[in-house]
């Protein structure tokens, strides 16, 4: 949840924590502050709010003026956002930013007051820093991480500053992402690549319990022993103008444009000799003939994706496919066992419920193959398959481009399975492949009609709530396109299957409610067509994405979306999603949202 930054070189310390700040800020925008050492001493500002908030501060009550720092933005966990409750905590000789939570902060809490430590704020995360002064002793600051790192419990990612080291940034991450830049006599922590992409694009991964102390001339790294261990420098693959606007007004619309492109890229990377080809990773039809059954488990948007897969997977592989979600799924007490493939889907690869259901999956003797388009992510290297998806950094809160290609990715892998298991035949599995390729054009057509949606969105700007209804892949679409439209325009949305809405939700229908029904699949169309008109006839607004020549019997259907014959039925979604998605940006926009910042949420969420 919070984005955490550091920074030690030669440039103007809070212009580069803030410029990071920025780049993380979807990570949690509730308040933020940053700490810098100006003439030896710690300078901190912080405030509630956007970091627009803490713009103004830094402008009214001065910028720090210094060359070693560390910033946050909050995601608030413990204690309500306020100028208290907001990073960088101090208590004595240190000053701290934490993304994560200290589980066992109330005992801690206990402890350090017995010992004479006063508290100011209600955050888990002043602990830390108390904890940290009492550990501290004879200017030995790695003695005093590598015991505090013993005590806590939880997750934590740490940017750390001691009061008698002004030339040294500290940092320390466990279960929470942490990432080191390495610039030419410069260095950064961040808790992703595009806060420091500006400056660099090498970068060392920091692993569960790994020290780093950076300073101006070198960083070095340390196990929780406190012993200096040799790590490897990496280089990103994303660019500096990938985590940009590029002149679009939100970071949500850039990554719905960006959709034809990123998909044929990732199906590009999975796409061989006209088919696609997990054999690099492990995936092997072998492998895949052994399986008994998938178990996808993931949260939000990424459960919908896994939904999408069932859909594809048993139609055309005939494996039985459950989709969990990640939160239920740990705690459920699963039947899972070594025939198994446990599938995770995770655009951050970060997300602590995603990554638990990895690790008892992996317990319980299943493969664990992971969909993930942060390759440098937590899931992605704990799993023991991964296929990255090529995305690219996705800023806004809501998922849009990153569902896309994840569905795209189980589409193939749905595929090959059917392939594997006989269900198919080369040329079939051709012919599909062929189809889905068509894709990243379909998306195209969609996008050009993005004033229809515009339209649309005009119609729903001011309604109290509003329902989606679909059979078979639509239904399982009207999930996201449901998630998304209550994400970012707080109007009560909900999805439900068409032929189930008659059963007890029907009553919520009014004069008027918007019903946005999802009719492109022929086997199922004149079912959903009765439904749509059971809800008309109960005074619903219906809205219809349907392809070009569906008919409709006379005054049905108040607004229609056409989605071009481009992708045979089952394929569709990957088109329809991003008319679902511009009608969800468009309604936000107009409501007066930000889309890229939705109240309450955080895009990558590292808490359970
Ligand atoms: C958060 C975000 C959602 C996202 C979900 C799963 O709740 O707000 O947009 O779908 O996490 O994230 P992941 O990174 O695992 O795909």
């Known amino acids: 949840m919070c984005g955490i930054v550091g920074y030690i070189g030669k440039r103007d310390c809070a212009d580069v924590l803030m410029d990071g700040l920025e780049k993380l800020e979807y990570r949690g925008y509730d308040s933020a502050g940053i700490a810098v050492f100006e003439n030896n001493l710690i300078k901190t500002v912080k405030t509630r709010g956007k970091l627009a908030c803490m713009k103004e501060k830094l402008e009214t009550e001065g910028k720090p003026q210094g060359f070693c720092g560390i910033g946050h933005t909050r995601w608030a966990t413990h204690g309500e956002p306020s100028d208290i409750n907001s990073h960088p905590h101090s208590n004595g000789r240190v000053t701290i930013v934490h993304n994560g939570i200290i589980e066992n902060y109330a005992e801690l809490k206990t402890f350090l007051k017995e010992k004479g430590y006063a508290f100011i704020s209600q955050t888990d995360s002043e602990v830390v820093a108390c904890l940290l002064d009492y550990y501290y002793s ?41 990432i080191v830049g390495v610039g030419d006599s410069e260095y950064f922590i961040a808790s992703d690549i595009p806060a420091f992409l500006k400056y660099t694009k090498n970068y060392v991964l920091l692993e569960d319990d790994e020290i780093v102390c950076m300073e101006e001339n070198g960083a070095s790294f340390f196990d929780v022993h406190g012993l200096e261990i040799k790590k490897t420098v990496q280089t990103a693959e994303w660019d500096v103008e990938q985590a940009q606007k590029q002149g679009f007004p939100h970071f949500m619309l850039k990554e719905i444009h960006e959709q034809p492109k990123v998909v044929e890229k990732t199906l590009k990377s999975i796409v061989k000799n006209g088919v696609p080809d997990f054999s690099e990773i492990g995936f092997t039809d072998e492998f895949m003939r052994g399986i008994n059954r998938i178990f996808v488990v993931a949260c939000g948007t990424a459960m919908h994706a896994g939904i999408i897969a069932r859909y594809a997977i048993e139609n055309l592989a005939r494996v039985p496919v459950t989709v969990e979600t990640a939160s239920e799924f740990r705690y459920m007490n699963p039947i899972v066992d070594k025939n198994d493939l446990v599938i995770l889907v995770s655009q951050s690869g970060e997300t602590a419920d995603t990554k638990a259901g990895l690790e008892l999956a992996k317990e319980m003797g299943a493969k664990t193959l992971a969909v993930v388009n942060v390759k440098y992510s937590a899931i992605a290297r704990a799993a023991d398959m991964c296929i990255n998806t090529l995305a690219g950094p996705e800023i806004a809160v809501a998922s849009t481009k990153a569902y896309t290609v994840q569905i795209a990715v189980l589409y193939l892998i749905a595929f090959r399975l059917a392939f594997a298991r006989g269900k198919i035949n080369e040329d079939e599995l051709k012919k599909l492949t062929a189809d889905i390729e068509k894709a990243p054009d379909a998306i195209a057509a969609i996008l050009k009609k993005e004033d229809e949606c515009k339209f649309i969105a005009s119609k729903l700007v001011n309604v109290e709530k509003l329902f989606f209804i679909g059979r078979g892949f639509d239904y399982a679409l009207s999930l996201e396109g449901s998630l998304k439209l209550k994400e970012i325009t707080y109007i009560h949305s909900e999805a439900y299957a068409a032929g189930e809405l008659k059963h007890g939700t029907i009553s919520l229908i009014e004069d008027g409610n918007p019903v946005i029904t999802l009719a492109t699949q022929e086997d199922v169309l ?20 349907t392809r070009k020549e569906t008919q409709f019997a006379e005054n049905t259907v108040d607004m229609r979306f056409d989605i071009d014959n481009l992708l045979p039925d089952a394929l569709t ?36």
């Open 138 to 178: 004879e200017r030995n600051p790695l003695r005093a991480i590598t015991e505090v790192v013993k005590e806590l419990r939880g997750s934590f990612a740490l940017g750390i500053l001691f009061k008698d080291f002004p030339d040294r940034v500290y940092a320390v991450r466990k279960a929470s992402p942490l």
């Open 526 to 545: 004149p079912k959903t067509i009765s439904n749509m008109e059971e809800v008309k006839a109960r005074g619903a607004t219906i809205i219809a994405i």
């Open 573 to 608: 979604p990957l088109a329809t999603v991003c008319a679902l998605q511009l009608i969800a940006y468009y309604t936000s926009v107009l409501r007066g949202i930000d889309p890229d910042k939705p109240r309450n949420l955080a895009k990558s969420v590292t808490t359970e």
